[in-house]
């Protein structure tokens, strides 16, 4: 079993910044592909970002490519989000993901979610 606790999440105004963190406890962290979800509300979970388990290899949408970076510290068992430049279309529930594969991570089924935490996104 992984448990995921995410953190970081606030009110920021449009063009500004924050980062979210991950933080893994239970199986080896390092063998798993992580990454990040979102959801608006009335919307469909929306993938945002997977990163694999040695942390060379990173994927994005169109949608956030070029403004948030994942990024990983297997040494502290964490995964981190750092968006930049955010909109108000950005403004959802970030939710924290783990799987051994990141084709089946990235599909939407994962092994494990994190609880969520909220970013709003002010104009």
């Known amino acids: 079993q992984v448990q995921l606790v995410e953190s970081g999440g606030g009110l920021v105004q449009a063009g500004g910044s924050l980062t979210l963190s991950c933080t893994a406890s239970?199986?080896?962290?390092?063998?798993?592909?992580m990454g990040w979800f979102r959801q608006a509300p009335g919307q469909e979970r929306e993938f945002v970002a997977a990163?694999?388990?040695?942390?060379?290899?990173?994927y994005y949408p169109d949608s956030v490519k070029g403004r948030f970076t994942i990024s990983r510290d297997n040494t502290k068992n964490t995964v981190y989000l750092q968006m930049n430049s955010l909109k108000p279309e950005d403004t959802a529930v970030y939710f924290c993901?783990?799987?051994?594969?990141?084709?089946?991570?990235?599909?939407?089924?994962?092994?494990?979610w994190g609880q969520g935490t909220q970013v709003t996104v002010s104009s």
């Open positions: 993901a783990a799987d051994l594969s990141r084709y089946q991570l990235e599909s939407g089924s994962p092994d494990y």
């Open positions: 990163i694999t388990w040695s942390g060379g290899f990173t």
């Open positions: 239970g199986r080896t962290f390092s063998s798993y592909a």
